[in-house]
């Protein structure tokens, strides 16, 4: 009960991220400092090359600002994964005109990727004060410390990072989710990610087992520009 395990420096140095127990060709059982049992381990990935290097096959459904994010942060972690983005609609459509970003959510993607987060930065309007003009009142709220990026622009910068880092993008073409698992068995897909919106429907296929809880409400949303 007191005995841990712990990944040997060999293996620890040879990934980016944390390494993780089946991720590494050998482990180390100690107890109280002292190596009592040795032994080695097949990669959990199907996909790793002979050094126990991951190989691991990622799909993204959804090319919105989420989907390649969240592809680019994979292939940033894991150079060697395979990873896909798949959005049914053309690279420059978008849906809605701008995306506001807190001065905290800038901070994390400076954080995350300081590359893309340097070009977002230079296209950012920032703005600290709010003020709404109704019935010949003006009321101000300040101290808020947002930012705005036009969604075309965002989209620009994320796509060409992803492209950059390996990630492979295929437009105009859309993967249903009553067909999904055929896909995911025939191309040994690892990991999927569903990232196409609020409707949907890759997690409404598998409502069962996600079991998204919605709470729709009556209360108005005003988008001001």
């Known amino acids: ?20 127990a089946g991720h590494c060709a050998v482990w180390v059982l100690r107890r109280s400092g002292r190596a009592i049992l ?20 990622v ?16 292939k940033r972690r894991d150079p060697l994964a395979h990873v896909e983005v798949i959005d049914r609609n053309r690279p420059n459509d978008t849906f809605g005109w701008g995306v506001v970003l807190s001065d905290l959510a800038v901070a994390n993607l400076r954080a995350a990727d300081p ?6 930065s230079s296209s950012l309007h920032h703005w600290d004060d709010i003020e709404v003009h109704f019935g010949g009142e003006t009321v101000r709220s ?22 950059q880092l390996g990630v492979r993008l295929s437009h105009e073409y859309e993967v249903f989710a009553d067909t999904l698992e055929h ?13 196409d919106g609020i409707n949907s429907a890759i ?13 729709v409400r009556r209360c108005r949303y005003v988008w001001l520009g």
């Open 183 to 195: 896909r995911v068995a025939r191309d040994g897909i690892d990991l999927v990610v569903a990232a």
């Open 38 to 57: 040795e032994f080695s381990s097949i990669p959990w990935y199907p996909h790793a090359d002979s050094s126990g290097a991951s190989r691991v096959r």
């Open 1 to 20: 009960k007191r005995a841990d395990i712990r990944l040997c420096d060999v293996c620890a140095s040879r990934h980016l991220g944390p390494a993780r």
């Open 142 to 163: 300040g101290g808020h410390g947002f930012s705005g990026i036009g969604r075309h622009r965002l989209l620009e910068i994320l796509q060409q990072r992803c492209r």
């Open 203 to 215: 997690r409404n296929r598998f409502a069962s087992t996600y079991r998204p809880d919605t709470d």
């Open 115 to 120: 590359e893309s987060a340097a070009l977002i």
């Open 59 to 74: 799909l993204v459904i959804g090319g919105g600002p989420g989907g390649l994010y969240t592809a680019l942060l994979i």
